[in-house]
């Protein structure tokens, strides 16, 4: 079945505690991308990647990290964690251009 | 920069009215918008999108109107159903390198039995 895992589905943390944020995807999709959602906001870019060792930064990068050693996994990173990082978090994936595009089931990031 | 605007927030209709939100871009030369689904709690799903040499696509219940000229997009909904309500998304891709797909703020529509 082709999908997105994300994990984990939720995390409850503390400010400067650092974590990661996997995903993955088995469509062999070049593209993927990181998403955050928040009320009234709809869905943001923080990074994404056209392949391997090929990222950059979306409209709201600062604080996260991502790297793509390889062209299933795209993880992010959160250095130093923040409460204005709580957040709704997607992960994403499409093929070719013009494609739509696959999200994971969404991470719930809670930071305190 | 480049952004998306969705109307209306909320939407409220009766079971079996027709639903319709509106979507306006800003960058000219974007030329795919899809339109996403979001239940409570669960992931964007694509219901329908278009291209921009076509100006109306229709499937089953949803269909998609584009004005390219006016730089606006419409989903509408017909007989709306209970299992309709849930948060709509209509996103434009912009021109670029990589083809950045930008987001609506969402519209979430609630049908009443």
């Known amino acids: 079945e082709a999908q997105v895992t994300q994990n984990p589905r939720y995390l409850i943390t503390v400010t400067g505690k650092k974590l990661t944020v996997t995903c993955s995807q088995n469509m062999n999709h070049e593209y993927m991308s990181w998403y955050r959602q928040d009320p009234g906001l709809g869905l943001r870019q923080i990074y994404y990647s056209m392949n391997v060792e090929v990222t950059d930064k979306g409209d709201v990068p600062e604080g996260y990290k991502v790297s793509r050693k390889e062209k299933r996994n795209f993880p992010l990173i959160l250095e130093s964690p923040s409460p204005n990082q709580t957040s709704l978090y997607f992960c994403?994936?499409?093929?070719?251009?013009?494609?739509?595009?696959?999200f994971g089931d969404g991470t719930r990031l809670s930071i305190l | 920069g480049e952004n998306v605007e969705q109307h209306p927030s909320t939407l409220s209709v009766q079971e079996g009215d027709s639903a319709v939100i509106k979507c306006t871009y800003s960058?000219?030369?974007?030329?795919?918008f899809p339109w996403y689904k979001q239940e409570l709690g669960k992931r964007p799903q694509l219901i329908i999108d278009?291209?921009?040499?076509?100006g109306e696509k229709k499937d089953q219940r949803i269909a998609v109107t584009l004005n390219k000229t006016a730089k606006h997009f419409s989903l509408h909904i017909t007989e709306t159903q209970p299992e309709d309500s849930a948060v709509y998304f209509c996103?434009?891709?912009?021109?670029?390198?990589?083809?950045?797909?930008?987001f609506g703020a969402g519209t979430r529509l609630a049908v009443h039995p």
């Open positions: 996103a434009a891709v912009i021109s670029g390198g990589y083809n950045k797909l930008i």
């Open positions: 994403a994936s499409r093929g070719q251009w013009g494609q739509p595009q696959h």
């Open positions: 960058d000219s030369a974007s030329n795919y």
């Open positions: 278009i291209r921009s040499n076509v």
